[in-house]
């Protein structure tokens, strides 16, 4: 089977300490090549990983080498390079969020369909098999019906010049942290909720920075969620059910070398 041909866009912190580690460890995938708004951080990138490094991003899409690419840039500029990367028959692999309104996800959507792409969402805590063991825990344990997903995902301040901090660069927690504990909580439940109730704060900044919302899934089944910038730091999800609890305490942001705690509560035991 022969491997697939990656091109990195965007060489941040994500892309450098996780997605192309990881690629270079792959045995069904290999790194190609590297573009960026930073030369500097072009050239740093492919000397180090081996790989050509493209001054323009056009140059990338447009190599004949490349058969998808992994989109790691601030989310306002997602939708410009998901449509330009469809349009060169690359498949995608885009971190969260996918974009900065509904709108322009449909465009995106309707884009990859018509060019018939493969679209990935970089939710990839998703992946991790502390996931998989939860789930199959409460499916065929005697927990009962599972009845609160309840999760918390913020971290302490950050540089004030942090794209995160930028309304123009699609920042603010909900498209950072909240979408993670929002996933989660569909991903649980298998369906979308029926209601919801949010409060958000956005104190002096222009972006939002703490958050908190209540779902219903219908069926006697909710998810509390809560997420926040200039927080103490907390990454978790717990699973509240008629007869126990179950909780992870590194749900979503995952060390590849963590060794990974599920904590249940059943029967007055931990």
Not at 104 to 118: G, Q
Not at 149 to 161: L, R
Not at 219 to 237: E, I, P, V
């Amino acid at each position: 089977m022969s491997k697939i041909c990656f091109g990195v866009i965007g060489c941040g912190s994500i892309a450098k300490k996780a997605f192309i580690p990881a690629l270079i460890q792959s045995d069904v995938a290999e790194l190609i090549g590297v573009a960026s708004r930073s030369l500097e951080n072009v050239k740093s990138v492919s000397k180090n990983y081996d790989c050509r490094g493209f001054e323009k991003v056009s140059q990338l899409l447009s190599s004949e080498d490349i058969n998808a690419v992994y989109i790691a840039t601030p989310p306002s500029t997602h939708e410009e390079l998901i449509l330009s990367a469809a349009r060169n028959g690359k498949h995608i692999i885009c971190e969260k969020p996918l974009s900065i309104s509904l709108n322009s996800v449909n465009r995106i959507i309707n884009i990859c369909k018509k060019n018939k792409i493969a679209l990935l969402e970089g939710f990839m805590y998703q992946f991790h098999t502390q996931h998989e063991f939860v789930y199959e825990y409460i499916n065929n344990n005697q927990m009962g019906d599972p009845i609160l997903f309840e999760a918390q995902f913020g971290f302490p301040s950050m540089d004030k010049n942090n794209f995160r901090y930028s309304k123009e660069l699609g920042g603010g927690v909900l498209f950072d942290a909240g979408v993670y504990t929002i996933h989660a909580a569909r991903k649980f439940f298998k369906r979308e909720p029926i209601n919801l109730f949010s409060i958000i704060n956005f104190e002096k900044l222009n972006v939002d920075l703490s958050g908190s919302i209540l779902m219903d899934f219908g069926q006697n089944q909710m998810a509390q969620l809560s997420f926040g910038f200039n927080n103490y730091y907390q990454n978790y999800y717990s699973i509240w059910c008629s007869k126990g609890k179950v909780k992870l305490n590194r749900a979503f942001s995952i060390p590849s070398n963590l060794q990974p705690e599920v904590i249940i509560e059943y029967n007055n035991r931990v």
